[in-house]
């Protein structure tokens, strides 16, 4: 997506021209529909999108909260857009569920921006997204597909950003997912959970991991205002004196990188 930090100046236009799009499907809905690809093409388009968003949510915890949080506003406004269609151009109703999901679709559109990531998380990982799913199931389906050690520790980590119950947890690690691993090992994606963040210390996670911006849990912590995790970390021997990196520093570490630049190297 688009936003001032990563783009600067580059960024009002687009953003005037994102207004005025909306400001377009408000007043006129039937000449916006004029300017649309076929049915097909937008479903097509908007299940990458999708995927990719998903796929980018569960990189990290912090992306995971943005992620819920623009699902939850999407959610939000379904109803009062359908009633706005509905009042003000009398629409039936599959017109108003058709400008409702076109129009909160170019929120989706602005928010992850045009991809040519075609990404999405593994089958395991969506397992563990969806709480319909037993231990049972989740033992059964890694017998039968069985999976990587990466897609264990990814699977691990799903698990945490969903606050799935401990014997998930348990399962994952004993065939084979590695909590001290990755950009942000697994106790950063259990730092909403204080059972789960207490379950991986207590099986040796390391409370003062870092990321690559000097980050460690504590960090996040506090951010989200979890005292009793805070609290528990510090337990724990959470380093309070951990030093975060400043921009020059974050500068230095994107031009070592050069072209490779992950998507957590922002400004």
């Known amino acids: 997506g688009s936003n ?29 529909q004029k300017t649309l690809d076929t049915p097909e093409n937008l479903e097509k388009k908007y ?14 915890i912090g992306n995971f909260r943005l992620y819920k949080a623009f699902w939850k506003e999407y959610n939000n406004a379904i109803e009062p857009l359908e009633k706005y269609f509905e009042s003000n151009f009398n629409f039936d109703k599959g017109s108003n569920i058709y400008y409702t999901s076109n129009a909160l679709n170019e929120f989706l559109n602005w928010a992850v921006g045009e ?81 789960n963040t207490n379950f991986l210390i207590q099986n040796g ?26 609290k528990l970390l510090l337990d724990n021997g959470a380093n309070v004196n951990q030093k975060y990196i400043n921009n ?6 994107s031009a070592n990188i050069g072209s490779n630049t992950p998507y957590f190297i922002t400004f």
């Open 115 to 195: 991809t040519k990531i075609y990404k999405d998380i593994s089958p395991l990982a969506k397992i563990m997204s969806n709480k319909n799913y037993s231990v049972s199931y989740i033992q059964d389906f890694i017998f039968s597909n069985n999976p990587s050690q990466d897609d264990l520790t990814i699977a691990l980590q799903a698990a945490l950003l969903n606050q799935r119950e401990k014997e998930i947890l348990e399962l994952l690690i004993r065939f084979g997912a590695r909590i001290d691993e990755g950009y942000e090992s697994a106790i950063f994606y259990a730092l909403e959970n204080y059972e």
């Open 4 to 32: 001032s930090s990563c783009n600067g100046v580059a960024y009002l236009p687009k953003l005037q021209q994102f207004d005025f799009l909306l400001l377009k499907i408000a007043i006129d809905p039937i000449a916006y």
């Open 205 to 230: 996670a390391n409370v003062n991991q870092a990321n690559a911006f000097g980050k460690t849990p504590l960090f996040y912590a506090i951010e989200f205002n979890r005292l009793d995790i805070i």
């Open 47 to 60: 299940d990458i999108l999708k995927s990719y968003f998903r796929y980018w949510a569960y990189q990290s």
């Open 248 to 253: 020059n520093e974050k500068l230095a570490l």
